[in-house]
């Protein structure tokens, strides 16, 4: 909350502590030798702060939070390697590169060739790299409490910023579009996506950490969480979020004993609560117009014919694309200008999957069949992460509404992919650990 007034209070301290964490974290790394997975808790806090430092202008590139975090792997990976297993991952990085040769031989002479790739490209990379990282590599149950911590403490700043920034919603309510007055002038679609990512994690610690004082602290942070992802207008983030925790509930309520089901009922009733507390507090303070928009109206009440604000529309061209061009696509950053032609309007892709399919054709198609069977496997191999499928699930929702505009979704993918130890249970495993 600190840091939240003080970039409210002078903006351009923002800058400063954004290159400030970085070089902690790098110096961090360094001088541990990556011992308790420093990497992954450095790159943990950069997917948590990624828009928190773009909306403030701390950042010194645009994508400088997918950079760093792919840096800050490496150096972890130099340190600690990775297994043997990742080939998988690696055939997906190298597959991205035909579509990079055919887009520099098709792309128009007035585009700017290295933009559009890195900008289309920076997000499938740090998914790359962070599978690699994680696939198969065994973790603590602490150090990985702690990169849980590391992701969610920005996202808490971040919520505590708009509340200063924009105090109430009143004069900014014109109409039900992304209200971009209530999430600090920044994409709404992307605060929603990390506040969703914020509520579940909050939802899941009210389960995982046994303190009654800690709980009653996270209830109330919950609901506020909640509150500010609904009032962005943008409902991808909120839908993906709730989903989120469904399946985390479902697994983690399954693998309780049946004296521990009814504590765990419990809090899921108190999450309905706040939940529906959350829901009404909005349609209050937002004249009834947040429930226009979940329902897919108007402001004056009328039923709207595209439920899917035109995205709809930009998959029907990359898919048009894909099945004119199946082999090598029509090259990395090439969608921009395919939309152009065909629909007469320039604009970025909101759909990661059609967008692999377009622009990569049987190349991006056998990533997609790499991305999602690849920890299918592993999940039905070991089932020892209860964040498994909510990540999983996280990571495909929002690429279909957000693609890989932040480093967020290919982070919390390669988090599926770890393997848990609780070093408490399991002696064998502490032994080696004091071996090493």
């Known amino acids: 909350m600190g840091m939240a007034?003080?970039?409210?209070?002078?903006?351009?301290?923002s800058f400063l502590l954004a290159n400030g964490i970085l070089l902690f974290w790098l110096i961090y790394i360094l001088q541990n030798k990556n011992k308790n997975n420093e990497a992954l808790m450095a790159a943990a806090y950069v997917a948590g702060s990624e828009v928190y430092f773009r909306m403030t202008d701390g950042m010194i590139f645009y994508e400088?939070?997918?950079?760093?975090?792919?840096?800050f792997l490496l150096v972890g990976m130099f340190f600690k390697g990775t297994s043997s297993k990742t080939v998988p991952y690696w055939l997906f990085i190298l597959m991205m590169v035909p579509g990079i040769l055919v887009s520099a031989i098709n792309i128009s002479y007035g585009a700017e060739f290295r933009k559009l790739v890195a900008f289309n490209l920076s997000g499938p990379v740090c998914l790359g790299i962070v599978a690699v990282y994680c696939y198969y590599k065994k973790i603590k149950k602490s150090d990985f409490e702690k990169v849980i911590l590391m992701l969610?403490?920005?996202l808490i700043s971040n919520m505590f910023y708009l509340y200063l920034y924009t105090p109430s919603l009143k004069e900014s309510l014109i109409?039900?579009?992304?209200?971009?007055?209530?999430t600090g002038g920044y994409g709404p679609n992307q605060i929603s996506t990390i506040f969703g990512m914020g509520f579940f994690l909050i939802s899941t610690r009210l389960f995982l950490v046994k303190d009654k004082l800690v709980n009653l602290i996270d209830f109330i942070l919950l609901g506020l969480m909640g509150y500010r992802a609904v009032v962005t207008f943008s409902r991808g983030g909120v839908f993906t979020g709730i989903i989120c925790i469904s399946t985390f509930l479902i697994f983690y309520y399954y693998k309780m004993d049946r004296r521990s089901?009814?504590?765990?009922?419990?809090?899921i009733l108190f999450i309905g609560a706040v939940g529906l507390g959350v829901w009404t507090f909005s349609l209050v303070k937002t004249?009834?117009?947040?429930?226009?928009?979940?329902?897919?109206?108007?402001?004056?009440?009328?039923?709207k014919d595209d439920i899917t604000t035109g995205r709809s529309e930009l998959i029907e061209t990359e898919l048009h694309a894909f099945m004119n061009h199946p082999l090598l696509?029509?090259?990395?950053?090439?969608?921009?200008?395919?939309?152009?032609?065909q629909l007469g309007i320039e604009i970025a892709t909101h759909n990661e999957i059609s967008r692999m399919l377009s622009e990569q054709g049987l190349l991006g198609l056998i990533s997609l069949l790499i991305l999602i069977f690849v920890p299918v496997v592993f999940w039905f191999k070991f089932e020892n992460n209860y964040y498994f499928l909510a990540f999983l699930a996280f990571w495909f929702l929002t690429i279909n509404h957000s693609a890989m505009r932040i480093a967020l979704?290919?982070?919390?993918?390669?988090?599926?992919?770890?393997?848990?130890?609780?070093?408490?249970?399991d002696p064998v495993y502490r032994k080696r650990l004091a071996g090493r």
């Open 64 to 71: 400088t939070g997918k950079y760093m975090i792919i840096i």
């Open 5 to 13: 007034f003080a970039i409210y209070l002078f903006r351009p301290i």
């Open 329 to 341: 696509g029509i090259g990395v950053g090439k969608g921009k200008e395919y939309r152009e032609e």
């Open 152 to 154: 969610l403490l920005p």
């Open 287 to 303: 004249y009834g117009l947040i429930g226009n928009r979940y329902t897919n109206k108007d402001a004056s009440g009328r039923l």
């Open 409 to 425: 979704p290919a982070f919390v993918y390669g988090l599926a992919l770890l393997y848990i130890v609780d070093d408490k249970k």
């Open 175 to 182: 109409n039900v579009s992304a209200n971009y007055s209530a």
């Open 261 to 267: 089901r009814s504590a765990v009922f419990r809090k």
